[in-house]
């Protein structure tokens, strides 16, 4: 039981904007949504979190719906060095779903 | 350099022959975690410790063992291993005390077993 619902694959063109959805339903007032990519098979990096305000930092930002059952990754330009499999967590128990493979066309 | 280090990354071995994974991280972390991760079922996990002398089962923690006698270890012990933990192994830590927090990941050992 993943908690968090990704589609299992997404296309984007290279220099427009990655935006990556993700359910969590279920989620309580106090768990944040952590986002983390895996590059082939490197292990996987953290790339933001959030818990009810929309945030950025210098890789992507968040956007958190208002009753927080879902939230976007947005990647503002995605480039080839983007193409990875991204992953949505809740932070009650750090599980790993399948993720969003993401595939940045040239 | 801030990081999580695994050893062996690349392992050969026969079945029934015991190993260890070791993990050690450098960031004085309390949380520390093992995943495995197999084509079509992403990255499970495998045991966690929220500190010292504390480990917990994960989602897949049959045939494996953990320690954590000191903060900065945390090795994954295969008993007898089977070919059926063949398979690309990750260690995290993180340094909040609960399951929460920044994540740092190793950066893997492929582990086969015939």
């Known amino acids: 039981d993943a908690k968090t619902t990704q589609p299992p694959s997404m296309d984007c063109a290279e220099g427009r904007a990655a935006n990556l959805p993700c359910n969590h339903s279920?989620?309580?007032?106090?768990?944040?949504v952590y986002w983390y990519r895996q590059i082939h098979s490197q292990g996987p990096q953290y790339i933001i979190h959030g818990l009810k305000n929309n945030e950025t930092n210098e890789m992507a930002s968040l956007i958190i719906t208002e009753d927080r059952k879902s939230s976007t990754l947005i990647l503002p330009h995605a480039t080839l060095r983007d193409t990875a499999v991204y992953y949505c967590l809740r932070d009650d128990k750090i599980i790993f779903g399948k993720g969003t493979r993401l595939h940045i066309l040239p | 350099e801030a990081q999580v280090t695994q050893n062996p990354r690349y392992l050969i071995t026969v079945t029934g022959k015991k190993l260890t994974v070791t993990c050690s991280q450098n960031m004085n972390h309390e949380y520390m975690s093992w995943y495995r991760q197999d084509p079509g079922l992403g990255l499970r996990q495998i045991y966690y410790s929220m500190n010292v002398e504390v480990t917990d089962k994960g989602d897949v923690p049959e045939g494996y063992k953990v320690s954590r006698k000191e903060k900065r270890n945390f090795p994954l012990i295969l008993e007898s291993p089977s070919p059926n933990q063949t398979s690309l192994y990750f260690c995290?830590?993180?340094?909040?005390?609960?399951?929460?927090?920044?994540?740092?990941f190793g950066e893997g050992s492929r582990l086969t077993v015939l």
């Open positions: 995290a830590s993180s340094l909040a005390r609960w399951n929460t927090g920044e994540l740092f």
């Open positions: 279920t989620i309580s007032g106090n768990e944040y």
